[in-house]
């Protein structure tokens, strides 16, 4: 075979493709062209006359999946089909469907997302009559959440004292107890949720060698990608399948190391030398996807984390713009600022709204841009926000299909038991329960072995349960001889949920009957896709909802949502690129947060954040923060974030201005306004918008907490929570009616009455 594409391969990334026996670590730097290399190297090693069923390649999101896999398939053909290639998860569900037996599942197991985790965990806390203020499911999720990607059973929890003692402390010394219950009626229901797909699948390979070899013998080259990401269950599966070969390729980028809140553990790639002291190392560090500027001055950023792999990016691109950096006197300036430097950039680029986004440290930040950004109708789309698989109408279609393939699905049962409407109530749920619970089994055995009558149910609610039953048997036969799409819609019609949505007239109902379609739709599309790849038919419903089950956020995006400016966390933007970022809230205990200050490997995770947030721009990256922000509905000062600061001094615009000071405003022979860098005549740009000019008045201050009134004097600078800084004229009357007459740079002059202002000091 033809072996042109390796062509276009820079030096290293030939060697890097061409050398795929033994270990081999790939450092990756951001926009180094990994996905190339990886995609390359299995071409390479397929052209070469290995056998595809013999490659695992493991990824962290279906998108990189399928994208890779059908570049390999442009390359060599279609035995890239035969590639076992997905996410971790995705591969693992695969394995563990195939070997379900041997830990007592059924091969057809649910899985649970984090919803569905979520209600059986608040199912638990109720029934064990615990606070549910203090045992929150959030909290609780993440805590069992991370016990199992460190491999931790309930037993071993347990019996770990460390983490009964947290959990003491924590005033919730029950969660040992929730996580024993919330496995036990996973188990019973025949649903794993989406870390038992790791935990499990080391379970079975510690149990049963004779799985492992099995599938050691198959695996004979395993890639990993994004390995700085993996957590210990990951790890293990890795190291273990990969023992016997020992051909294991790993690619990442310790500098953008970001997910230990999730188990990931940067020592997994930092250490891989250690475990594997044979390896090969090649380093990616041609940037392909941003200026010289931005590449220098992320360089310059993470330079100061200890914790790291050696490595210097360089860029071959135009030198390009130098860092801006936007300070805003309240954060809401700072949304007009960001938004105004948005409406410049297009006005003058004639770029796309998709080629914008606003990067945030934390969700709740968001508001004050999406503000900013609807007064000025720019579209806009919030990255992560609610799933199409997470609205009520499709999880309950979702859940009938779910119910019919698994019995055993308690979270479906409840969710569909009743709907459409058919007379089953709360109370008859609540004693299924307790009769499940009582005998250890799961609902759908009650309801259809159990003697109901002695359960406490009468002849009108067992009659509606029996034929609740028999609807979801009659389904049942037609699973796996109807294609997906046909039987799909058998169910949305016999099920009634059809009708339902069809008969609700209303703005939402017609949304809702809209959505079921696009739901159909999407079954359709994924059996025509499934049929071009030459998978056996007929395609089933089963594998439909495996694939769903396993979709992360970065597969959800919608059409329509394309040509919109993004806005989302750091943490979400990991992989993503646009031409211009807007990193916003550079404050310190905002970013860095005040809980990562506390410790060297926090702060440098944050540190490999900001890293992450600067590399994922192309052409300009803008950052922003604000001198006073709404905390709790107080006004608090803010400091400059010390990341800032940390840029080397050449790469940003104005590099003496980082710390305090004003954001200047000045009007030159044009007629011109300035903020920060950005600039337009006023009779083109802002004739067309008003553009406000940022306040005159922002003392480098410190800034007392609110001051006696005794203490208040006349010329003295002070702050208002809403009037912000000014200076006081005039005091009159007596203690403890004195009224202060203070002239405000933003709101002119204020008589306010003392015991209320709550003024502050301004000192220099």
């Given at each position: 075979?033809s072996?042109e594409f390796?062509?276009?391969?820079?030096?290293?990334?030939?060697?890097?493709?061409?050398n795929y026996?033994g270990p081999?670590?790939?450092?990756?730097?951001?926009?180094?062209?990994k996905?190339?290399?990886?995609t390359?190297?299995i071409?390479?090693?397929?052209?070469d006359?290995?056998h595809?069923y013999?490659?695992?390649?493991?990824?962290?999101?279906?998108?990189?999946?399928?994208?890779?896999?059908?570049?390999?398939r442009?390359v060599v053909g279609?035995?890239a089909?035969?590639?076992w290639?997905?996410t971790?998860h995705s591969?693992f569900?695969?394995?563990?469907?195939?070997?379900?037996?041997?830990?007592?599942?059924?091969?057809?197991?649910?899985i649970?997302?984090t919803?569905?985790?979520?209600?059986?965990?608040k199912?638990?806390?109720?029934?064990?009559?615990?606070d549910e203020?203090?045992?929150?499911?959030?909290?609780?999720?993440?805590r069992?959440?991370?016990?199992k990607?460190?491999?931790?059973?309930?037993?071993?929890?347990?019996?770990?004292?460390?983490?009964?003692?947290m959990d003491?402390?924590n005033?919730?010394?029950?969660i040992?107890?929730i996580?024993?219950?919330?496995?036990?009626?996973?188990?019973?229901?025949?649903?794993?949720?989406f870390?038992d797909?790791?935990?499990?699948?080391?379970v079975?390979?510690?149990?049963h060698?004779?799985?492992?070899?099995?599938y050691?013998?198959?695996f004979?080259?395993?890639?990993?990608?994004?390995y700085?990401?993996t957590?210990?269950a990951?790890?293990?599966?890795v190291?273990?399948?990969?023992e016997?070969?020992?051909?294991?390729?790993?690619?990442?980028?310790?500098?953008?190391?970001?997910?230990s809140?999730?188990?990931?553990?940067?020592e997994?790639?930092?250490?891989?030398?250690n475990?594997?002291?044979?390896?090969?190392?090649?380093?990616?560090e041609?940037?392909?996807?941003?200026?010289?500027t931005?590449v220098?001055?992320?360089?310059s950023?993470?330079?100061k984390?200890?914790?790291?792999?050696k490595?210097?990016?360089?860029s071959?691109?135009?030198?390009?713009e130098?860092?801006?950096v936007?300070k805003a006197?309240?954060?809401?300036?700072e949304?007009?600022?960001?938004?105004?430097?948005?409406?410049?950039?297009?006005?003058?680029?004639h770029?796309e709204?998709?080629d914008?986004?606003?990067?945030?440290?934390?969700?709740?930040?968001?508001r004050?841009?999406e503000d900013?950004?609807?007064?000025?109708?720019?579209?806009?789309?919030?990255?992560?926000?609610?799933?199409?698989?997470q609205?009520?109408e499709?999880?309950d279609?979702?859940?009938?299909?779910?119910?019919?393939?698994n019995n055993?699905?308690?979270?479906?049962?409840?969710?569909?038991?009743?709907?459409?409407a058919?007379?089953?109530?709360d109370?008859?749920?609540t004693?299924?329960e307790?009769?499940?619970a009582?005998?250890?089994?799961?609902?759908?055995t009650?309801?259809?072995?159990?003697?109901?009558d002695k359960?406490?149910?009468?002849?009108?609610?067992?009659?509606k349960?029996g034929?609740?039953?028999?609807l979801?048997n009659?389904?049942?036969a037609?699973?796996?001889?109807?294609?997906?799409?046909?039987?799909?819609?058998t169910?949305?019609?016999?099920?009634g949920?059809?009708?339902d949505?069809?008969?609700?007239?209303?703005?939402?109902g017609?949304s809702?009957?809209?959505?079921?379609?696009?739901?159909?739709?999407g079954?359709?599309?994924?059996?025509?896709?499934?049929k071009?790849?030459?998978?056996p038919?007929?395609?089933t419903i089963?594998?439909?909802?495996e694939?769903?089950?396993?979709l992360?956020d970065?597969?959800n995006e919608k059409?329509?949502?394309k040509n919109?400016v993004?806005?989302?966390?750091?943490?979400?933007a990991?992989?993503?690129e646009?031409?211009h970022?807007?990193?916003v809230?550079?404050e310190?205990?905002?970013?860095?947060?005040?809980?990562?200050?506390q410790?060297q490997?926090?702060l440098?995770e944050?540190?490999?954040l900001?890293?992450?947030?600067?590399?994922?721009?192309?052409?300009?990256?803008?950052i922003s923060?604000?001198?006073?922000?709404?905390?709790?509905?107080n006004?608090?000062?803010?400091?400059?974030?010390?990341?800032?600061?940390?840029?080397?001094s050449s790469?940003?615009?104005n590099?003496?201005?980082r710390?305090?000071?004003?954001?200047?405003?000045?009007?030159g022979?044009q007629?011109s306004y300035?903020?920060?860098?950005f600039k337009?005549?006023?009779?083109?740009?802002?004739?067309?918008r008003?553009?406000a000019?940022?306040?005159?008045?922002?003392?480098?201050?410190?800034?007392?907490?609110?001051?006696?009134?005794?203490?208040i004097?006349?010329?003295?600078e002070?702050?208002?929570?809403r009037f912000?800084?000014?200076k006081?004229?005039?005091?009159?009357?007596?203690?403890?009616?004195?009224?202060?007459?203070?002239?405000?740079s933003?709101?002119g002059?204020?008589t306010?009455l003392?015991?209320?202002?709550k003024?502050?000091?301004?000192?220099?």
């Open positions: 075979m072996k390796l062509e276009g391969l820079s030096d290293v990334q030939r060697q890097a493709v061409e026996k081999t670590l790939v450092i990756a730097g951001a926009g180094s062209g996905t190339r290399v990886l390359f190297r071409a390479n090693m397929l052209a006359g290995i595809p013999s490659v695992l390649a493991l990824t962290f999101t279906n998108k990189a999946a399928a994208e890779m896999k059908e570049r390999i442009t279609e035995k089909k035969y590639l290639m997905g971790f591969i569900a695969r394995i563990l469907r195939a070997e379900a037996d041997k830990l007592g599942y059924p091969s057809t197991f649910t649970y997302d919803s569905d985790s979520r209600s059986v965990i199912s638990i806390v109720k029934e064990m009559n615990l203020q203090v045992y929150k499911v959030n909290e609780v999720h993440s069992i959440s991370l016990a990607n460190n491999l931790v059973t309930p037993a071993v929890y347990a019996n770990t004292s460390s983490l009964v003692t003491a402390a005033r919730r010394p029950r040992a107890d996580y024993k219950k919330y496995m036990q009626k996973c188990y019973l229901s025949g649903a794993m949720d870390d797909l790791l935990l499990n699948t080391n079975l390979f510690r149990d060698p004779d799985v492992l070899t099995k050691q013998d198959i004979k080259y395993i890639l990993v990608d994004e700085q990401d957590n210990m990951q790890y293990l599966i190291k273990k399948l990969s016997q070969h020992g051909n294991l390729c790993v690619v990442g980028d310790d500098a953008q190391s970001i997910y809140f999730r188990g990931a553990k940067i997994n790639i930092l250490n891989f030398r475990d594997y002291p044979n390896y090969k190392l090649f380093k990616l041609q940037n392909y996807r941003s200026t010289q931005i220098n001055a992320a360089n950023i993470i330079a984390n200890s914790k790291q792999l490595k210097t990016s360089f071959a691109k135009d030198v390009g130098k860092i801006k936007l006197y309240t954060d809401q300036e949304g007009f600022l960001v938004t105004g430097s948005i409406s410049d950039i297009l006005y003058n680029t770029c709204y998709k914008f986004a606003i990067l945030y440290r934390t969700n709740a930040q968001s004050i841009f900013a950004l609807r007064k000025k109708n720019i579209p806009y789309k919030i990255y992560g926000g609610l799933s199409f698989y609205r009520k499709i999880k279609m979702v859940a009938y299909l779910r119910l019919i393939i055993n699905d308690d979270e479906a049962f409840k969710r569909i038991v009743n709907y459409p058919r007379g089953i109530g109370t008859t749920i004693r299924l307790e009769a499940a009582a005998n250890s089994t799961n609902l759908w009650v309801v259809t072995q159990a003697p109901l359960v406490g149910l009468k002849g009108a609610a067992i009659k349960l034929e609740f039953a028999e979801v009659t389904l049942k037609a699973v796996y001889t109807e294609s997906a799409y046909d039987f799909a819609l169910v949305a019609t016999q099920s949920i059809l009708r949505l069809k008969e609700d007239k209303t703005n939402e017609i809702k009957f809209e959505n079921l379609e696009g739901l159909l739709n079954i359709r599309e994924f059996e025509e896709n499934a071009e790849s030459g998978e038919l007929p395609i089963d594998r439909f909802l694939n769903v089950a396993l992360t970065a597969d059409p329509e949502d919109k993004s806005m989302m966390t750091v943490h979400s990991k992989g993503l646009f031409k970022i807007f990193l809230g550079l310190e205990n905002l970013f860095p947060g005040q809980m990562s200050t410790s490997d926090d440098e944050e540190r490999r900001f890293y992450v947030a600067v590399t994922r721009a192309e052409i300009t990256a803008t923060y604000a001198q006073t922000r709404y905390k709790w509905g006004i608090t000062s803010c400091v400059p974030s010390r990341f800032v600061n940390e840029i080397d790469y940003i615009d590099p003496d201005d710390w305090g000071g004003a954001a200047s405003t000045s009007v022979s007629n300035s903020i920060q860098g337009a005549k006023t009779n083109t740009i802002s004739a067309q008003t553009v000019p940022p306040p005159q008045h922002k003392p480098a201050v410190a800034i007392t907490d609110p001051a006696d009134m005794s203490e004097e006349v010329g003295m002070v702050e208002h929570e912000g800084f000014g006081v004229e005039k005091l009159e009357g007596n203690l403890p009616e004195i009224k202060a007459t203070v002239n405000f933003m709101a002059s204020k306010l003392l015991k209320f202002a003024l502050r000091i301004v000192k220099r």
